[in-house]
C-alpha cells in the first residue's frame, strides 16, 4: 500500500457483532521492533508516495494451510516424553529391537496425536471464521465524514478496551462541512509513528488549496481504531495505520502459558516412573551378568517394560478437562459462565489467595445519586423534593423578572425578616448553580429512538422524554444526569458544538460548547467551557477527584473534611467548581490553546499547561456523592471464601476511605475485626516505623495505599510480604494497574501458593493474567477483562459455586484419574517384569498385538474414564461445608503418599495375577495368558468400582460394555487365547480365585479404613 490510500467506508454492522478474536497475533514478535515512522498520507496528490506501508491483512490463526501439520507435530514432540514415545514407535523399524507388531506402538501414539490434531484444526477454524465474519472498522482511520445530522457519530471500542460505552468521535471540521468529493481537495493528514496508545493520538490535518490554507489539529476524538463498532449511519475516514501497525495489533500479545500446578505434579510423578523403567531395565540386563550385546537388550528392555510410562495418561487428562470445562459452562446454577482456558480446571480447587477489585466486581457499577453538598448544606435522598423546589423557584423567578412581573416564589410568613429571605435566596441560588453545572460539566450525549408510537425523527424535534436515553462512556456521568432530570433540569439535546437544557417550566436553554477537556486518569478531572446563548456568559465548569481538584478551588475549610465524611459512607466524590471567563480572556486562552493542539512535539505537556492556566482559583460549587450498590450474595459468597480458607485481598483504584467502607460494608473484613490502617510513608525510615508498629498488631486486616506500597516493596519486599500474609484480609486503595500485576506476582513468589484474581475491567487484566487463575466479571466496564481471563462469569456469587464445586470436583477427579491410569500401566508393567524373571531374564512380551493396544483402550477406556463423572460429596454439601476445600488446598488427592500407594497396589495386584497363572496354568503357554489377561481386565473394572464414591449410570454403562466388548472379543483372539479353554470350568474358576485374592483384601482395607478413619467428607455424607 502506498501514500495515496483510499478512502474506506464503513456502514453500520448487523446487530450480531463477530466475536473476539483470539490467537496469537503473526506478527507479535515484531511488533515492537520494526521501523515505525510517523508518515504523511496524501489525498488528491496520486503523485507523492512517501513509502509502503504493511498490507492491512490481519490473521489470528497460529498456522496456515502448509504449516498447520509440521507446526502441530513440532509443538507435540518438542516435549520430552512425547519425543520419547515416538522414538520408541520408531525403534520397531529395527529389526533387532522389535518386539511384536508395529501397530502396538503406533496406533496409541496415534491417537494421541489425532485428538490434539483434532483440537487444533477446530481452533484453527474457529479463528477463521471469526476473521471473514469481521464487520468492524477494517483499518486505522482519520475520520473525515459522517451522515448523521449531528456531525458526529458514536464508536463501541469494545474489542479494544474491553468498554462497551459508545463513545463520542468528531470528523474534521472542514472536511465535514465540504459539499465535494473528498479525493478532490488537496490535502494531507500528518501522523505520528505507530503505537500502543489506544486512548491517544496526535497528528494535523492541512488543507493547501482553501483560502487561507486550513491547518487543524487531530486528537483521538478524531479518530476510527480498527476493530470498533460504528452506531449508525455511514462515516468517511482516511486511511493512516494498516496491517501489523494497526493499535489493535500492536496490543495483541500472547498472554502467559499457563500451566496449572497439577499438570507440574504429575509431570513430576511421571520422571519418577521413568526413572524407575530405566532402573528395572539395567537390573534385568545386570541380572545377565551384561552378556552379549547388552547394550541393545537394556534398549529392548526399556521397550518391553514402556507401559511404566503410560501413554494415555496425557490424553486422558486432557479429555478429562475438556469434559470438566464442559460441566462448568452447562452448570444452570452459574448461568453465562465460559471457559477460556480449558487446561486449567483443577487449578479452581487448590486456591489461596483470592484478589479482587471492588467497583463493578464487587459492587454492581451502577451509580445511584446519593448526596449533594454545599459545604453549609446537605441534601440526601429524603430531601431532594427540596433541591427540585430550588431549582423551580430559580426558573420561575428568572421567567417572571424578564416578563418585568418579578414576585418572590417563596410564601414567607409575616415573621420572616429580610435578612432570612436573603439568605433563603442565597441557598437557592447556590443550589440552582450546582445543579445547572452538574448538567453541563460531562460527556452524556441524549440519543432518541422510536418507541412504536413516536418515530425517531418527530422524537428528536420534540425531545420526547419517553424515547430518550443517555449515552456515555462512564455510567457516573449518566447517573448524574439522570439525576438534574430528576430535580428539574433536563440534557434534551446535545451535538459536538451545542448543548440543550429544559428547566422545569419547560423553557429550552441553549449552550454553545467552546472546549471540552475529557476525562483521563492522569487528570483525574474533565472539564466545559460553555456560552449562555441568552446572556452571552463564557462559563469554565470542571469536576474531578478530590485528590487533585483541592489544589484548583479557592482555600475553604470544610472540602477535606466533607470528602472524607461522604467516603466514609462508601460514595464515590465528585468536587464540582467554576469559573467565569471575559470574552478576551476566553479569546486569549483560545489562541494558545490552538497553537499547543497543532504542536506534534510535547504536544501533551502543552496542552496541559495551556489548560492548566484556567485551573486557578475556581469557585467551588459543590461536592456529589454517588453510591455503588454491593453485587447481589457478595457477604455471603466472601463468607464462603473465608471459611474454605481462602484469603481475600481488595485492590482498587479508589480512596482509602471508600475502599474501607465497602471492605466492611460487604464483610471482608467483620465487625469485630481490628483494622490497621497503614499510615502514608514515602521514606525508608518512615516506611521501617510503620512497619513495626503493624508487626505489634495480631489478627487484624490491613489497609494501605498505593504510595506506601510502593514505598514498602521498594525497600521492605519480605518484611511487608510476610506480615501482610498473616492478615486474614488485605485492601489495597489507589492502586495502579501494575500494582495489582506485582502483588500477585509476590504473593506466588513468596507463598508458593495458588493465586485466583478476579475483575472485570480493563485496568485489571494485567492482574487476570498474572494470576494463576484468572476470572473476569462481565460487567459495565466492557468485556476486555472476561476475554483476558481464563473462566469468565457474569455475577460475583458464581465464584463460591465454580471454587467449592467445580474446582473440587475437576481436582479430586483428575487426581483419581491420573493415579488410576498410573495404575492400570504399572499393573501390566509389573506383570512382565514377573513373567521375564521367571523366564530367565528374556526380553520377551508377555502379551502382544491387539492384546496390548485393546488394554489401555476397548477393554478399560470407559470405567476409567468414567471417573470423572465421580464426586465425594453433593454440590450441596460442598457448598454448605467450606471448610472442606482446605483438604484441597494441602494437596492431598495427588501426593507423593498416594502415588507410593497407588505403586504398591499395582506391584502387589500385578504379582497375584502373574504368579497366580504361573502356578495355576496347566500345560500350555497360552493358558498363562488366558488366565492373567482376564484377571488383569476383571482387577481392573473391580478396582475402578472400589475407586468410585458416588456411582453414575454412565458408569454402571462403562463398566458392562467393556465386558461386553471383552468377552466378545474373544472369539477373534484366537490367535493369543485358547478359545476352548476359556469356556472350561477350570478357566472360571482359576480367574475368580487370582480376581478375588487380587482384589478382596484392597476391599476389605477400604472398609476398615472409612469404619475407623473416615475421611472429613463422609462423616457429611453418612
Not at 465524514?145 to 463520542?168: H, I, M, V, Y
Not at 448553580?433 to 450525549?445: D, P, Q, R
Not at 495458588?754 to 466496564?781: F, H, P, R, W, Y
Amino acid at each position: 500500500m502506498t501514500d495515496h490510500i483510499p478512502l474506506q467506508p464503513v456502514r453500520r454492522p448487523h446487530r450480531h457483532d463477530s466475536k473476539h478474536r483470539h490467537g496469537c497475533c503473526p506478527w507479535s514478535a515484531c511488533c515492537g521492533i520494526g521501523d515505525l515512522r510517523p508518515r504523511t498520507v496524501w489525498l488528491g496528490h496520486p503523485e507523492k508516495k512517501e513509502q509502503r506501508y504493511p498490507r492491512n491483512v490481519i490473521n489470528n490463526q497460529k498456522y496456515n494451510f502448509f504449516t498447520f501439520l509440521p507446526g502441530v507435530l513440532f509443538n507435540q514432540f518438542k516435549y520430552f516424553f512425547n519425543f520419547y514415545f515416538l522414538l520408541l514407535a520408531c525403534s520397531q523399524f529395527v529389526e533387532e529391537l522389535r518386539l511384536g507388531a508395529l501397530y502396538t506402538y503406533w496406533v496409541p501414539l496415534g491417537f494421541v496425536l489425532i485428538i490434539t490434531i483434532t483440537r487444533e484444526s477446530t481452533e484453527e477454524i474457529r479463528c477463521y471464521l471469526r476473521d471473514k465474519e469481521n464487520q468492524r472498522v477494517p483499518a486505522d482511520m482519520i475520520f473525515l465524514r459522517t451522515s448523521e445530522r449531528n456531525g458526529s457519530c458514536f464508536l463501541r471500542t469494545d474489542q479494544l478496551d474491553g468498554e462497551t460505552a459508545w463513545k463520542l468521535r468528531l470528523p474534521v471540521a472542514c472536511t465535514q462541512r465540504l459539499p465535494t468529493d473528498l479525493l478532490q481537495i488537496r490535502s494531507y493528514v500528518y501522523a505520528e509513528e505507530p503505537n500502543i496508545d489506544i486512548h491517544n493520538f496526535i497528528g494535523t490535518f492541512t488543507r493547501e488549496d482553501g483560502d487561507p490554507p486550513v491547518n487543524e489539529s487531530l486528537g483521538i476524538e478524531n479518530t476510527l481504531w480498527a476493530s470498533t463498532v460504528v452506531a449508525s449511519g455511514t462515516v468517511v475516514g482516511v486511511v493512516i495505520y494498516t496491517g501489523k501497525e494497526l493499535r489493535s495489533v500492536m496490543n495483541t500479545s500472547n498472554p502467559r502459558h499457563k500451566v496449572g500446578l497439577f499438570d507440574l505434579e504429575v509431570n513430576c510423578l511421571t520422571k519418577i516412573l521413568f526413572g524407575a523403567l530405566v532402573v528395572v531395565s539395567l537390573v534385568m540386563v545386570a541380572l545377565q551378568h551384561f552378556a552379549g550385546r547388552w547394550y541393545l537388550q537394556i534398549f529392548r528392555f526399556v521397550l518391553l517394560f514402556s507401559h511404566i510410562v503410560p501413554i494415555s495418561l496425557r490424553v486422558n487428562l486432557d479429555m478429562g478437562k475438556m469434559v470438566f470445562s464442559w460441566m462448568i459452562k452447562k452448570d444452570p446454577k452459574i448461568p453465562g459462565t465460559v471457559v477460556r482456558t480449558s487446561t486449567i480446571p483443577e487449578q479452581l480447587g487448590r486456591i489461596s489467595y483470592l484478589l479482587t477489585d471492588k467497583t463493578g466486581t464487587l459492587t454492581q457499577n451502577e451509580m445511584v445519586f446519593r448526596r449533594l453538598h454545599l459545604g453549609t448544606v446537605a441534601y440526601g435522598m429524603d430531601s431532594m423534593d427540596e433541591v427540585q423546589s430550588h431549582v423551580f423557584s430559580a426558573y420561575t423567578q428568572v421567567e417572571t423578572m424578564l416578563g418585568n412581573r418579578f414576585m418572590p416564589t417563596f410564601d414567607l410568613p409575616a415573621s420572616r425578616t429580610p435578612a432570612a429571605t436573603k439568605v433563603r435566596k442565597t441557598i437557592s441560588s447556590r443550589v440552582h448553580e450546582a445543579v445547572k453545572a452538574i448538567a453541563l460539566v460531562h460527556n452524556v450525549t441524549p440519543v432518541y429512538e422510536a418507541n412504536g408510537v413516536t418515530d425517531q425523527a418527530e422524537a428528536e424535534q420534540h425531545y420526547e422524554d419517553t424515547c430518550r436515553v443517555y449515552q456515555a462512556a462512564s455510567p457516573d456521568e449518566v447517573s448524574l444526569v439522570q439525576w438534574t432530570e430528576s430535580v428539574g433540569l433536563t440534557l434534551v439535546g446535545r451535538d459536538q458544538s451545542s448543548m440543550q437544557l429544559r428547566t422545569p417550566t419547560g423553557q429550552i436553554l441553549n449552550f454553545t460548547i467552546l472546549q471540552i477537556f475529557h476525562f483521563t486518569y492522569e487528570s483525574k478531572r474533565m472539564g466545559i467551557i460553555v456560552r449562555d446563548e441568552s446572556t452571552g456568559e463564557i462559563t469554565f465548569y470542571m469536576k474531578g477527584a478530590d485528590v487533585v481538584m483541592a489544589g484548583i478551588v479557592q482555600y475553604n475549610d470544610w472540602l477535606e473534611e466533607e470528602c472524607g465524611n461522604m467516603a466514609r459512607e462508601g460514595l464515590r466524590v465528585l468536587v464540582v467548581a467554576k469559573k467565569s471567563l471575559t470574552e478576551e480572556q476566553y479569546q486569549d486562552f483560545e489562541t494558545r490553546y490552538l497553537q499547543a493542539k497543532i504542536s506534534v512535539h510535547d504536544r501533551s505537556l502543552k496542552v496541559a499547561t495551556v489548560i492548566e492556566s484556567l485551573e486557578m482559583e475556581m469557585e467551588l460549587l459543590c461536592l456529589t456523592g454517588v453510591e455503588d450498590q454491593l453485587q447481589t450474595d457478595v457477604r455471603p459468597t466472601l463468607e464462603i471464601l473465608r471459611n474454605a480458607g481462602i484469603k481475600v485481598w481488595m485492590l482498587t483504584g479508589d480512596n482509602l476511605e471508600t475502599a474501607t467502607c465497602t471492605a466492611k460494608n460487604a464483610h471482608l473484613i467483620t465487625r469485630n475485626q481490628d483494622i490497621h490502617t497503614f499510615r502514608s510513608v514515602t521514606t525508608r525510615g518512615e516506611a521501617h516505623l510503620e512497619l513495626n508498629a503493624f508487626r505489634r498488631k495480631h489478627d487484624c486486616a490491613l489497609v494501605i495505599s498505593g504510595d506506601s506500597l510502593e514505598v514498602c516493596l521498594k525497600y521492605y519486599e519480605y518484611e511487608f510480604m510476610e506480615l501482610a500474609c498473616q492478615c486474614p484480609a488485605v485492601v489495597c486503595c489507589r492502586c495502579t494497574p501494575t500494582q495489582k500485576a506485582q502483588i500477585v506476582r509476590l504473593l506466588q513468589e513468596r507463598t508458593g501458593k495458588l493465586t485466583c484474581a478476579v475483575g472485570d475491567g480493563g485496568n485489571d487484566v494485567s492482574m487476570i493474567q498474572e494470576a494463576d487463575c484468572g476470572v473476569g466479571v462481565e460487567g459495565k466496564e466492557g468485556k476486555q477483562a472476561s476475554l483476558a481471563a481464563d473462566f469468565s462469569v457474569t455475577q460475583f456469587k458464581h465464584l463460591g459455586r465454580l471454587l467449592m464445586v467445580h474446582g473440587r470436583n475437576s481436582y479430586k477427579r483428575s487426581a483419581a484419574l491420573s493415579q488410576f491410569v498410573i495404575h492400570r500401566s504399572l499393573c501390566i508393567a509389573t506383570m512382565q517384569t514377573v513373567f521375564s524373571t521367571v523366564f530367565y531374564f528374556a526380553s520377551v512380551p508377555l502379551y502382544q498385538g491387539f492384546l496390548v493396544i485393546g488394554y489401555s483402550t476397548i477393554y478399560t477406556m470407559f470405567p476409567v474414564f468414567s471417573l470423572v463423572l465421580d464426586k465425594d460429596v453433593k454440590s450441596e454439601v460442598a457448598m454448605l461445608y467450606p471448610e472442606l476445600y482446605k483438604d484441597l488446598q494441602k494437596g492431598r488427592p495427588l501426593s507423593f503418599k498416594t502415588f507410593l500407594i497407588w505403586v504398591l497396589i499395582s506391584i502387589y495386584q500385578g504379582s497375584i495375577i502373574m504368579y497366580g497363572a504361573l502356578l495355576l496354568f496347566e500345560s500350555e503357554f497360552v493358558h498363562i495368558v488366558a488366565i492373567s489377561f482376564t484377571s488383569l481386565i476383571l482387577t481392573e473394572l473391580l478396582m475402578v468400582a472400589l475407586t468410585i464414591q458416588t456411582w453414575h449410570w454412565l458408569m454402571i454403562v462403562g463398566e458392562l460394555l467393556s465386558l461386553a466388548c471383552y468377552v466378545a472379543s474373544l472369539v477373534f483372539l484366537h490367535e493369543f487365547i485358547d478359545v476352548y479353554f476359556i469356556i472350561t470350568l477350570s478357566f472360571l474358576w482359576k480367574v475368580t480365585v487370582i480376581t478375588l485374592v487380587s482384589c478382596l483384601p484392597l476391599y476389605i482395607l477400604k472398609y476398615l479404613r472409612r469404619r475407623f478413619s473416615p475421611p472429613n467428607y463422609s462423616k457429611l455424607t453418612s
